[in-house]
């Protein structure tokens, strides 16, 4: 009982300390070193959550949101923390999974639809499986069967394999140019940012048409950014636009409008954000 009451004042003095910082919200950055033993295979992973919706927690007063960030190929797993943070300051509980190791051989590019891959996806599988069953024991209080799924490019597609996998753990998909496994094998609302092309085009299939994309319940963002720009290594602009349009499709806002857009230059997205995301005053 005395630890419960101490951890209530711990809570409302974390949510003054919020009152009083305004917008800049104490989010608490881990990396895990785990291991699992029964795969003999080494999975970091990067913890963020916010630091007062983590006290809540352990107070039993809040059930946290869970979501799995996904990395891209060469990308770390601690890459991706403009996204992490983002989604940690809205009350998820973020963990961030390293993947690749280096011990592992190199991503395969061979076979159509993605057959020289899906080993990996697998393996993806099993790490996110893995990682839920560590962080049950770790943040007990968290809703480990109503997933988000994040991944940027091959991240992306691990995302939307396991989706299709366990299509009973995922309330929603995003990913960040994933190339190789459709979209349509999500059951759940899934919003895609796409780059402007280059070297970097998904196989046929990947993306579906819009009047596809409008009956499964797919949001297309058609971006003027590269894909290996999809990261913290991206510029301030990217994180911003791209921020601002994943805040409304986690809020449950209709993004589907951004869909209509083949390139996004800096005045659409001001004039449409101005129009669809309008600041309170």
Same mark, same amino acid.
Request: hydrophobic share 40%; charged share 25%; net charge positive.
């Given at each position: ?8 004042? *711990? ?35 990067? &913890? ?6 983590? +006290?809540?927690?352990?107070? *039993? +007063?809040? =059930? ?21 943070? &983002? ?18 051989? !190199? &991503?395969?590019?061979?076979?159509? !639809?993605?057959?020289?891959? &899906? ?88 993306? !579906? ?18 894909? =290996?720009q999809m990261s913290d290594r991206g510029p301030d602009e990217l994180k911003e636009q791209f921020g601002n349009i994943l805040e409304g499709f986690l809020e449950g806002k209709d993004v589907s409008a951004f869909a209509m857009n083949k390139k996004l230059n800096e005045k659409q997205v001001a004039d +449409? +954000?101005?129009?669809?995301? !309008?600041?309170?005053?």
């Open positions: 009982m005395k630890r419960k009451l101490t951890i209530v004042l *711990g809570v409302m003095l974390g949510m003054a300390g919020v009152f009083y910082g305004g917008a800049k919200l104490a989010i608490r950055h881990e990396r895990l070193a785990l291991y699992d033993a029964a795969r003999d295979r080494s999975v970091p992973v990067d &913890l963020y959550i916010r630091r007062d919706k983590e +006290m809540k927690a352990m107070a *039993g +007063m809040e =059930t946290l949101r869970v979501a799995i960030l996904n990395h891209g190929n060469t990308v770390g797993s601690q890459e991706y923390s403009f996204i992490a943070n &983002l989604m940690a300051a809205r009350g998820f509980l973020v963990a961030s999974i390293q993947h690749d190791l280096p011990t592992d051989a !190199p &991503l395969s590019m061979a076979g159509y !639809p993605y057959v020289g891959r &899906l080993p990996v996806y697998q393996r993806g599988v099993q790490n996110i499986l893995y990682v839920i069953d560590e962080l049950k024991k770790r943040e007990p209080n968290a809703d480990y069967d109503r997933l988000t799924m994040v991944g940027h490019s091959n991240g992306g597609d691990i995302s939307v394999y396991f989706a299709g996998e366990h299509p009973e753990l995922i309330t929603r998909v995003v990913t960040f140019d994933n190339l190789r496994v459709p979209l349509t094998q999500v059951k759940a609302k899934v919003l895609s940012f796409r780059s402007f092309g280059g070297n970097f085009k998904p196989d046929p299939g990947v993306v !579906p048409d819009d009047e596809d994309c409008e009956k499964a319940g797919i949001s297309v963002v058609k971006t003027n950014f590269d894909h =290996t +449409m +954000m101005a129009r669809y995301f !309008p600041v309170n005053p």
